[in-house]
């Protein structure tokens, strides 16, 4: 039999992690990027799976959700978390990597794939052949033009933003310090975090300056279906819900103390390595849609910026996802089509690793189709299982995108009332359910390559 034309649309981490695991289950894959022919409001390179947002994928720990979801995938073969391992920064708790060096292995990776043929092309329309569409929030008008006609219904939208990125060279210290909260660092350095600290007259004059900022005016559109997803607010808009949010968000100064005084301070702004080389931090949580002189005036008011050197400013851009509750499987096959998939923040997962776990699933599911194989659905037990599980079948009218979250999860029976034990065991509990699903329907044992090492 001829093998089939499998297309995957998009190189984001969901489309680069469909690729990676077709492609290592001997199949050929076509996959279309549009850039560097054509950008987005957000992406600055050409390269696959670069990172618009954070640099971070959360926590490391299997006792917290993002850290859970990570190892599912890494036990999975996930290129995108091999990937992450691979080029990983001090940064505390967290997985952070450097951007650069993270786009550069996946993007080499799949350029040496032996099964992967690589169109830097636009996609207008919906492929005929088997197909993966994972263009992202930000996927291009022709493309969600057709998509849209497809599903027969309007998109939903949300807000995502961006936070500024700084050089290292230009952040005062002091007043500013390194340390992580409750010193959960690294181990390789005094602290994976640069702290600038605020007095209580120091907060509240930032906190009125962000709340008269001039912002970057959306187009009328984008006006008339404003809403902001509550994960990724813009600062100043965080601003606006009281004088304490800022404090008790991403300016908490709690299990930090400035080491001029011993004492915790009044606020702080946490700053988090952006690349390898240890030269640039982004601002953690400061995503912002203020103007661009506004940002600089503005992020300058902070104690240890007053001279910050801006290598990115934040920015908005518009997101896009489908309703999948009405339109997926819990397989992530279209409804009323079996051999098109969707994976990728476009189906409602939140965050660069829930779109990754979708590509990944996505791929899987695919190859197997191809084989002659029933797709499979995940145990809902495990992070990835509830995940789709709830973005296929949440209440399709107050569909918003989730992060994974432990809430998803089935409770435990007996149930566990100490937050931190529970967490411990909803983590054993999904990785036993996952490495005896993984058996049972035999995941990798066809795979031919492993990612790539460093």
């Known amino acids: 039999m001829t093998q089939p034309h499998v297309t995957v649309v998009g190189a984001g981490l969901a489309g680069s992690e469909a690729a990676w695991q077709l492609a290592n289950r001997g199949i050929t894959v076509h996959l279309f990027e549009m850039r560097p022919k054509k950008f987005t409001e957000a992406h600055q390179t050409d390269k696959f799976a670069e990172l618009v947002c954070s640099n971070s994928l959360g926590a490391r720990a299997i006792d917290r959700a993002m850290g859970l979801l990570k190892e599912e995938l890494r036990r999975l073969g996930s290129l995108i978390i091999a990937a992450a391992d691979a080029t990983a920064l001090p940064a505390g708790g967290a997985l952070a990597v450097g951007r650069a060096e993270f786009s550069d292995y996946i993007t080499e990776a799949l350029h040496r794939h032996p099964n992967i043929l690589i169109h830097r092309e636009e996609v207008t329309d919906i492929p005929a052949e088997p197909t993966i569409i994972a263009t992202g929030p930000l ?39 390194r340390q992580s909260r409750y010193d959960r660092d690294s181990g390789e350095s005094e602290g994976d975090y640069i702290n600038c600290p605020l007095n209580e007259e120091e907060y509240r004059a930032f906190v009125q300056a ?78 912002t849609n203020i103007r661009w002189p506004e940002q600089k005036r503005i992020f300058r008011m902070i104690p240890g910026l007053e001279e910050a050197e801006f ?138 390559a492993s990612p790539p090492s460093r």
């Not at 008008?141 to 027969?152: K, M, Q, T, Y």
């Not at 961006?162 to 230009?170: G, K, M, N, Q, R």
Request: hydrophobic letters at 40%; charged letters at 25%.
């Open 139 to 177: 996927t291009s008008p022709a493309l969600a033009d057709r998509i849209r006609e497809l599903a027969g219904q309007d998109y939903l939208y949300f807000y995502d933003a961006l936070a500024p990125i700084v050089t290292l060279e230009s952040i005062k210290m002091p007043p500013c310090w």
């Open 210 to 287: 962000l709340r008269e900022a001039d912002r970057i005016q959306l187009r009328q559109f984008e006006r008339d279906d404003e809403r902001f997803f509550e994960a990724c607010l813009p600062v100043e808009v965080l601003a606006q819900r009281g004088e304490e949010a800022l404090a008790f968000g991403p300016m908490r100064p709690v299990g930090l103390r400035d080491p001029r005084t011993g004492r915790r301070p009044f606020a702080v702004v946490q700053l988090r390595q952006d690349n390898l080389a240890g030269t640039l931090y982004n601002l953690v949580g400061f995503q």
């Open 311 to 448: 290598v990115r400013l934040g920015q908005m851009h518009r997101n896009t996802f489908i309703n999948s509750p009405m339109l997926l499987r819990p397989t992530l096959q279209w409804r009323h089509r079996d051999d098109l998939f969707f994976a990728g923040q476009i189906i409602g997962t939140e965050g660069y690793v829930g779109s990754t776990a979708g590509g990944l699933f996505a791929g899987l599911n695919l190859a197997r189709l191809l084989r002659g194989d029933e797709p499979v659905v995940l145990p809902r037990e495990t992070m990835m299982g509830a995940l789709f599980w709830y973005v296929t079948h949440a209440e399709p009218k107050d569909f918003q995108p989730m992060k994974a979250n432990f809430g998803l999860l089935p409770p435990l029976q007996p149930r566990v009332r100490r937050k931190r034990e529970r967490y411990q065991k909803y983590a054993t509990r999904a990785l036993s359910v996952l490495d005896a699903w993984m058996k049972e329907h035999h995941i990798l044992e066809d795979i031919v």
